[in-house]
Each structure stands twice: as structure tokens, then as C-alpha cells.
T-cell receptor
Framework: GENVEQHPSTLSVQEGDSAVIKCTYSDSASNYFPWYKQELGKRPQLIIDIRSNVGEKKDQRIAVTLNKTAKHFSLHITETQPEDSAVYFCAASRSGGGADGLTFGKGTHLIIQP | AAGVIQSPRHLIKEKRETATLKCYPIPRHDTVYWYQQGPGQDPQFLISFYEKMQSDKGSIPDRFSAQQFSDYHSELNMSSLELGDSALYFC???????????FGPGTRLLVL
């Protein structure tokens, strides 16, 4: 099955600086890569996703890059703000034609220092 | 906008008891997923349904079963509960033509 590794487990950055979280996956058939933000005790919320036919996607301060050959993808958050503090999970799945579940990374606890 | 509804939101059970968790997907979503998230852990995929048929199976224990009904809501049945079953259980729904899974607020299960 799929295995997703995520680094770092904890990331502390100064407010206004950028944060980068990296993930690798093992299953070359995976073609859908979402990122979720989860606050303590709350539901995971999608912040951005990318499909394997795209190398990069951006939404305001958030961007995701994908390298299919190396099987890794990264989340970039620029101009970080206190409300960005949360746990971020990357995930991977095969999409299309079925309801494959997401395989998540272990999560990154992002701390924005004021 | 309507979201995924889960009930109950909190549940306390004794060891060896049974529990039933319910999930009502977003209207017009035909695919439902169940995830289990232990304290400080990532969500673990349990099982999914598409058009009332089981679609994918993850790390769901044999003590658990689930189904999706004609109105697309889903129920997760958990028997012979163990202390280790204490976790947040999330349901997520998706529309077949799209890929985004939308998570419900979760059911917090505590097994004593």
C-alpha cells in the first residue's frame, strides 16, 4: 500500500517568514495530493490540492509543488500569520474511478512566533 | 453551505460494548469515507462507499462494519469495543465527479 512520509514534525517560524513542509510517497499510481490543516479537536480542512498532471499550484499565500519522478511534494506558505498555526497533513491517493481512501503523513505542527 | 453531519458528537462506552456512528454526507455527494484519528496521530482510513457499495478498505478491524444506505447516509458499527478504540472518528464525503473529500466535525469516542 501507499506510504507517505512528512517532514518536519514540528516547524517554528517567525511571523511574516515562509514555511515549507515536505512529503514523499511510495505508490507511483497515486495521482492526487491534498493538504489539510487541522486545529486542535477540529476537523481536517482542505487548504490546497494538486493532481499528478500539474507541477505547481498556487492560491494566494499557499503553494504546492509536485515532483512525480522523485515522488515528493511540498507545501509553501508565505508571509505567515498567527492564524496559520495548526497541524498540517499531506496525503496521497489514487483518484478517478473509485473511492480510494487518503493515506496521510504524520503531520507537521506549525508554530508561528509573533 | 451544507456540511457533513455526524452523530453523535461525543460517545462514552464501556469495554466490550457496541457503538454506532452515523454520517450524513453533503447533499448530492455519493461517496463516503470513514477515518479514525487517535490522539496526536494522523487520520487512518477505515473504509469507503460509493453508490451504496463498499469501494475501498483500509485498516478497519474485523469488529467494525459499515454500510451506506439508499439516502447515502452511512453508519459505522463497532462491536466488542476496546480501550484502543478511543479516538476521533471522521466521516468525509465526496462528489463522484470531484476529488475533494470534505470532512465532518467528527465523533469523539471514549471507551472506558
Amino acid at each position: 500500500g501507499e506510504n507517505v512520509e512528512q517532514h518536519p514534525s514540528t516547524l517554528s517560524v517567525q511571523e511574516g517568514d515562509s514555511a515549507v513542509i515536505k512529503c514523499t510517497y511510495s505508490d507511483s499510481a497515486s495521482n492526487y495530493f491534498p493538504w489539510y490543516k487541522q486545529e486542535l479537536g477540529k476537523r481536517p480542512q482542505l487548504i490546497i490540492d494538486i493532481r499528478s498532471n500539474v507541477g505547481e499550484k498556487k492560491d494566494q499565500r499557499i503553494a504546492v509543488t509536485l515532483n512525480k519522478t522523485a515522488k515528493h511534494f511540498s507545501l509553501h506558505i508565505t508571509e505567515t500569520q498567527p492564524e496559520d498555526s495548526a497541524v498540517y497533513f499531506c496525503a496521497a491517493s489514487r483518484s478517478g474511478g473509485g473511492a480510494d481512501g487518503l493515506t496521510f503523513g504524520k503531520g507537521t505542527h506549525l508554530i508561528i512566533q509573533p | 453551505a451544507a456540511g457533513v453531519i455526524q452523530s453523535p458528537r461525543h460517545l462514552i462506552k464501556e469495554k466490550r460494548e457496541t457503538a454506532t456512528l452515523k454520517c450524513y454526507p453533503i447533499p448530492r455527494h455519493d461517496t463516503v469515507y470513514w477515518y479514525q484519528q487517535g490522539p496526536g496521530q494522523d487520520p487512518q482510513f477505515l473504509i469507503s462507499f460509493y453508490e451504496k457499495m463498499q469501494s475501498d478498505k483500509g485498516s478497519i478491524p474485523d469488529r467494525f462494519s459499515a454500510q451506506q444506505f439508499s439516502d447515502y447516509h452511512s453508519e459505522l458499527n463497532m462491536s466488542s469495543l476496546e480501550l484502543g478504540d478511543s479516538a476521533l472518528y471522521f466521516c468525509a464525503s465526496r462528489r463522484e465527479s470531484q476529488e475533494t473529500q470534505y470532512f465532518g466535525p467528527g465523533t469523539r469516542l471514549l471507551v472506558l
